[in-house]
């Protein structure tokens, strides 16, 4: 499998925000460290250690080995008799300033047979031949290399990684903002009004600020459209009362209950209407067990005389939700599965994102190049669903569909494996 460099790469705002900062620093310690060893290991190294080899060459030049062991006392240097050489140098895979001064010594002193290289204490023991014979030359490890050369490398590390989380600090400050906005966005998209201040950079706020200004407007529409809606409700439902008395009173013959189920399909008509335009915008959430109300719906449309069975339903507890747009909604998707087929199950699906109520049923579904066409508004897709012959009004799936926006979710249509109908998933996110 090939990995692409957006599927390695943090998603998030923060991730992404650290990236940036933390790139940046570790190439920057990398050409510094690469620099600083090249320099300071290599160059000032090999100065140090060419110095001291000056004085081994004179103390190696005496005549006597006395005069050496006198020269080499003057000069700091311990000279004594050797014999065999050890035959390993001490050196560590880490110590590359002890390379270095190896390098040096084996080019610069004549006769050199081996630099042993000691921790405790730490100098260079040098097995030369010396006058009279094989001498040893012990030189302290300063006089050849930097004292604590890591040092640097540790406290550039150290104020590296404490300017990082300074810098970081700083912009998570910046960041804070725009997740509250977006958070603020979010709750909104799902009717739920969080409180939010805009904060932040000069562009953050005025973001925050439009954002403010646009919920204003949405929020006095929706109140505008619920008075609007409260009139036009009294205005269609008081005459068509009056109607429904007045055939009541009729003798019942064939062309009243004719008329009579003309009133109750233009009820039905100005109910459905008034529940589209209306939406879920003036419920609260509430505290709901999604489980408990679909076993309601079942349960009613059992009493009524419907073949609804329940499927497998997911402990959920109790979740935040407008409980009677959803039960608007999962009745909508029952009638419909009801109308269209003869056997229908509703079931509840839980997952970490979201909750998934699902109504199957067995009836003839819909060709899948038409179900979003099935979900608009006053949509409808065979002659038998027209109202004229007994059919609704086209919003059942366009209620749904918005009942399951305003949650943060979708209405999904497909085909049911196990019934062979249609497969409805109202999706509402947690």
């Known amino acids: 499998m090939t990995l692409r460099p957006k599927s390695v790469l943090p998603r998030g705002l923060y991730g992404r925000a650290a990236?940036?900062?933390?790139?940046?620093?570790?190439?920057?310690?990398?050409?510094?460290?690469?620099?600083?060893?090249?320099?300071?290991?290599?160059?000032?190294?090999?100065?140090?250690?060419?110095?001291?080899?000056?004085e081994v060459r004179l103390v190696q030049e005496q005549p006597v080995l006395s005069e050496a062991i006198r020269l080499g006392a003057a000069l700091g240097l311990v000279v004594t008799p050797a014999g065999t050489a050890p035959a390993a140098d001490g050196?560590?895979?880490?110590?590359?300033?002890?390379?270095?001064?190896?390098?040096?010594?084996?080019?610069?002193?004549?006769?050199?047979?081996?630099?042993?290289?000691?921790?405790?204490?730490?100098?260079?023991?040098?097995?030369?031949?010396?006058?009279?014979?094989?001498?040893?030359?012990?030189?302290?490890r300063r006089r050849v290399s930097a004292s604590n050369p890591h040092q640097l490398l540790v406290w550039m590390i150290a104020t590296s990684i404490l300017m990082t989380l300074i810098a970081f600090y700083f912009l998570r400050a910046q960041l804070r903002p725009i997740k509250l906005l977006a958070d603020a966005a979010d709750a909104f998209g799902k009717g739920q009004v969080v409180p939010y201040r805009p904060r932040g950079a000069l562009e953050v706020r005025a973001a925050g600020r439009a954002f403010l200004d646009m919920r204003a407007r949405i929020e006095r529409q929706i109140e505008q459209r619920t008075l609007l809606l409260s009139g036009v409700s009294h205005d269609l439902r008081t005459p068509l009362t009056r109607l429904r008395l007045g055939l009541a009173m009729l003798p019942q013959d064939e062309e009243v209950r004719a008329l009579?189920?003309?009133?109750?399909?233009?009820?039905?008509?100005?109910?459905?209407?008034?529940?589209?335009?209306?939406?879920?915008?003036?419920?609260?959430?509430?505290?709901?067990?999604?489980?408990?109300?679909?076993?309601?719906?079942?349960?009613?449309?059992?009493?009524?005389?419907?073949?609804?069975?329940?499927?497998?339903?997911?402990?959920?507890?109790?979740?935040?939700?407008?409980?009677?747009a959803v039960r608007r909604a999962v009745e909508n998707l029952a009638g419909n599965a009801i109308r269209y087929g003869t056997r229908v199950r509703l079931s509840l699906v839980a997952t970490e994102a979201s909750l998934r109520i699902v109504?199957?049923?067995?009836?003839?579904?819909?060709?899948?190049?038409?179900?979003?066409?099935?979900?608009?508004?006053?949509?409808?897709?065979?002659?038998?669903?027209?109202?004229?012959?007994?059919?609704?009004?086209?919003?059942?799936?366009?209620?749904?569909?918005?009942?399951?926006?305003?949650?943060?979710?979708?209405?999904?249509?497909?085909?049911?494996a196990e019934l062979g109908g249609l497969r409805a998933e109202l999706v509402l996110a947690r």
């Open 19 to 54: 990236l940036i900062l933390i790139v940046p620093v570790i190439m920057i310690q990398i050409v510094v460290s690469v620099a600083f060893i090249q320099r300071h290991f290599e160059g000032v190294t090999r100065q140090m250690t060419e110095g001291v080899a000056i």
């Open 91 to 140: 050196l560590g895979a880490w110590d590359l300033s002890g390379k270095v001064v190896a390098a040096t010594f084996a080019e610069t002193v004549p006769g050199l047979v081996r630099a042993v290289f000691d921790t405790e204490p730490r100098r260079v023991t040098l097995y030369l031949e010396g006058p009279g014979g094989p001498i040893a030359v012990e030189v302290p």
């Open 260 to 324: 009579q189920g003309d009133v109750r399909q233009m009820q039905r008509m100005v109910d459905e209407f008034l529940a589209f335009v209306r939406g879920d915008a003036t419920e609260e959430p509430v505290p709901t067990d999604l489980a408990d109300l679909i076993r309601e719906v079942a349960e009613a449309a059992v009493r009524a005389g419907q073949s609804v069975v329940l499927g497998p339903l997911a402990v959920t507890g109790e979740v935040a939700l407008r409980r009677e």
């Open 359 to 416: 109504v199957e049923d067995d009836g003839p579904g819909i060709p899948p190049d038409r179900r979003e066409e099935a979900m608009a508004p006053f949509a409808r897709l065979e002659p038998a669903r027209d109202l004229s012959q007994g059919g609704g009004s086209g919003l059942g799936l366009a209620i749904t569909a918005d009942v399951a926006r305003s949650h943060g979710g979708e209405l999904r249509l497909t085909d049911s």
